[in-house]
Every structure is written in C-alpha cells, then in structure tokens.
C-alpha cells in the first residue's frame, strides 16, 4: 500500500454496492496471448517483431492503440487497419491459451459475491473479447462486463463505467474502481469513483505513483478489506 495513504478514512468512505474492475493486468493476466498475437499479425504483414517487453508497454488504451504502437513509425493506414484485422482475428482464436486469473482474484470476486457487492468488468480491450473471458473465467461471479464498441468511448472516457453502474442499478458514489494503469486512475476519476490501483498488473508501482494513484494494493485479499472491513 501507498505509505502517504489515509487508509483509514479511504476505507470509512468505503462500504460499497459494487466493484468495477479493469481486465488485463488487474483479474487477468493476459499478456502472453496479446504478445503473441500482436507478434502473428507483424509477422503475416512483413513487419519486424516486438518483445514482450515491448507489447506490455503498448497495452492500456484497446487493441487499435496496440497495433498504432507495434507497427513501424509512418505505417500508413491501410497496413496498419489490414495489420489489426489480422490481430483481432487471430486473438479471438487464441485469447485463452495462455491467459489465467491472478492469484487470489477468484477467492475474492466469490467472496464479493457471498457479501451481495456487485461485480462488473469494464475494459479497452474489444467487446467480444471480454465477454468471451469473462463468461469462460468468471461466470456467474461477474454481473456486467462490458468492452470497447461503437457505442461507448474507451476509457479514459467514464462511459462504460457509467453503463456498467446504470446496468447494475447503482450509482458513481456507491461503487469503487479497481485497475492497474494510469488510464484506470483518470478513468476513475472522470466518473466521480474512488480508484485502488493494483500492483500485480502492467504497470509499476512507481508508474501508478507517478499517475497519481491514491491507493495501491499487492494482493486481492486487501481489497477485500475495503469492501467488507
């Protein structure tokens, strides 16, 4: 946890309806088939590779920013829309072959379930993709999970998070948003959410710092903490 936190009052203004997660990086660790995949989608258009390193750095913003990143400077248009249809199709094959639920999540999102806190997913990543995930890990743990589409702006736009809230029945001040990047911090935010930040995932604790994270967590049981006391 952040050392300057006021975990006390952060935690008495707590006592939340529901918890909205990020996806990649904060319930999943899904890196392994996002590289590979963005890897395929280079390779079967003549572009050089990427490390894995260098994959984990381009993730956050949905899998258009990805591709945007992991193509050479100057690509022009049509490679790079021909480059990401190539990658979404590849990765709606492959989502699961290496992706797996972090330590501790399924613990936690079943204890969130036996205390009636409602649970929604909203992430950048495409919205197929995520309701496919989320039923194949998840369900019935999950009650809304939601992804980037034509109707709704990615995040850090909160209009997933207020979809997500308005499917759920519940408002911006009785929920609290989970992630691990700076996009989940200035997402929280442009919803009038409290956010805690989470270690485990793509970025580093000192990046979430740097952010403007409040609250920082190393493992699912603390969140717990803050939910149930």
């Known amino acids: 946890m952040l050392p300057h936190a006021d975990l006390s009052t952060f935690s008495s203004s707590l006592g939340k309806k529901a918890v909205l997660f990020d996806l990649d990086g904060t319930l999943l660790d899904t890196i392994d088939d996002l590289w590979q995949s963005t890897n395929y989608a280079l390779h079967a258009h003549g572009f050089a590779l990427r490390s894995r390193q260098e994959v984990l750095g381009f993730v956050g913003n949905g899998v258009a920013k990805l591709i945007e990143r992991a ?6 248009t049509h490679d790079v829309q021909q480059t990401l249809a190539t990658f979404r199709q590849h990765y709606m094959a492959h989502s699961m072959d290496n992706t797996r639920p972090y330590d501790g999540v399924m613990p936690l999102l079943q204890a969130l379930q036996a205390v009636g806190c409602c649970t929604a997913v909203v992430s950048n990543k495409m919205d197929e993709a995520v309701g496919e995930l989320c039923c194949h890990f998840f369900s019935p743990l999950i009650h809304v999970a939601t992804g980037v589409s034509q109707h709704c702006r990615p995040k850090p736009a909160p209009d997933m998070v207020l979809r997500a809230l308005q499917e759920l029945g519940i408002g911006a001040e009785d929920a609290l948003y989970v992630g691990d990047s700076d996009v989940d911090i ?10 805690v930040s989470v270690s485990w995932g793509f970025r ?3 990046f979430l710092i740097d952010s403007g994270a409040e609250v920082i967590i190393d493992s699912p049981d603390e969140l717990l903490q803050f939910v149930v006391g």
Do not use: I
């Open 186 to 195: 200035a997402t929280a935010r442009a919803a009038g959410m409290p956010c």
């Open 71 to 76: 193509v050479p400077e100057g690509t022009n």
């Open 204 to 206: 580093s604790r000192q």
